[in-house]
């Protein structure tokens, strides 16, 4: 009779255990996380010689080293807004912080090699679209590269023009949003120098894999592939201390997305001849999804030389 009550007791209370996890199971299909893709837009120049983020067609004297380390922090450099709204509440991703360690180094009068190091240190966001925030933190994918000097200023040319080629590594933390497929981003750069300022430009494609995430996101435009990218810079170069510069970064994508726009104002102070310091920051403009609202970045760099 026993042996009968307890059958009797499990058989009305097994229906009510399969609901509770049909409820568990379909809750945790509902809640997921973006496919893995790198979503860190800057990178930084390694040699740095005029601006920290465009390149101005130069390259590190040779037997020249430079390495820097550099603290990000990125207000909302993940969300899903029809509108440029800096003061929006909530994000995919809200807050980010990534150190990148960086470093170049002259290898010929005319070739320039180097590498860049990200770490997320830190992120949070808020659940999207039943989509689940990253994760918060891990190894963000790394980049090498090489740049060739064509023509130089010290040479007796009109400019200074470079040929650079960087690629992304497969590596980093996919939870993350910090790996993807391998990356090729060449560039031409050029610029020019007066006694007073410097001015350079450089135009490069970005070559990645497309990844269509508006089956998640419900939105056609959020679209992540090959981009062309543009950018801009103004350094002073007068002062023997402390100087200024203005760069603007253009991303235009090419198999869908929305147009991302960066303006980033630095102050750099030469602390010794070989020891540089700086802050770096400034907005993105637009409403492509993967375009902070702004960032702000502080760091320092050793040269073996004096750069600038």
């Given at each position: 009779m026993r042996t009968y009550r307890?059958?009797?007791?499990?058989?009305?209370?097994?229906?009510?255990?399969?609901?509770a996890l049909s409820l568990l199971a379909t809750s945790a299909l509902a809640q997921s996380r973006l496919p893995?893709?790198?979503?860190?837009?800057?990178?930084?120049?390694?040699?740095?010689?005029?601006?920290?983020?465009?390149?101005?067609g130069r390259t590190l004297d040779q037997g020249v080293l430079r390495t820097s380390i550099q603290f990000q922090y990125e207000q909302q450099p993940?969300?899903?807004?029809?509108?440029?709204?800096?003061?929006?509440?909530?994000?995919?991703?809200?807050?980010?912080?990534?150190?990148?360690?960086?470093?170049?180094?002259?290898?010929l009068s005319w070739l320039q090699v180097g590498a860049q190091l990200p770490f997320i240190l830190g992120q949070s966001g808020t659940r999207r679209m039943d989509m689940l925030p990253p994760t918060s933190g891990g190894l963000d994918m790394p980049w090498v590269g090489a740049r060739a000097g064509l023509l130089s200023m010290k040479n007796g040319m009109p400019v200074n023009l470079s040929l650079d080629m960087t690629a992304g590594?497969?590596?980093?933390?996919?939870?993350?949003?910090?790996?993807?497929?391998?990356?090729?981003?060449?560039?031409?750069?050029?610029?020019?120098?007066t006694e007073w300022f410097q001015v350079g430009a450089?135009?490069?494609?970005?070559?990645?894999?497309?990844?269509?995430?508006?089956?998640?996101?419900?939105?056609?435009?959020?679209?992540v592939g090959n981009e062309l990218r543009l950018a801009a810079t103004v350094t002073g170069v007068g002062g023997k201390k402390t100087r200024g510069e203005l760069s603007v970064l253009v991303g235009l994508?090419?198999?869908?997305?929305?147009?991302?726009?960066?303006?980033?104002?630095?102050i750099r102070r030469h602390a010794k001849p070989w020891l540089d310091l700086w802050v770096l920051g400034?907005?993105?403009?637009?409403?492509?999804?993967?375009?902070?609202?702004?960032?702000?970045?502080?760091g320092a760099s050793i040269s073996s030389a004096k750069i600038d």
């Open positions: 307890k059958m009797s007791t499990m058989s009305r209370h097994l229906p009510l255990s399969l609901l893995a893709f790198e979503l860190q837009r800057l990178q930084f120049d390694p040699g740095a010689l005029g601006s920290l983020v465009v390149g101005t993940l969300a899903f807004d029809d509108r440029w709204d800096p003061q929006t509440a909530q994000a995919l991703v809200e807050g980010k912080f990534t150190a990148h360690l960086t470093a170049a180094y002259g290898a590594l497969p590596v980093g933390t996919a939870e993350a949003l910090a790996k993807e497929d391998l990356n090729l981003f060449p560039r031409l750069q050029v610029g020019t120098r450089e135009a490069g494609y970005l070559l990645r894999k497309k990844l269509d995430l508006s089956s998640f996101t419900g939105r056609p435009q959020d679209v994508p090419q198999q869908g997305g929305r147009t991302s726009v960066e303006a980033l104002l630095a400034g907005p993105g403009i637009g409403t492509a999804m993967d375009t902070p609202a702004f960032r702000v970045i502080a």
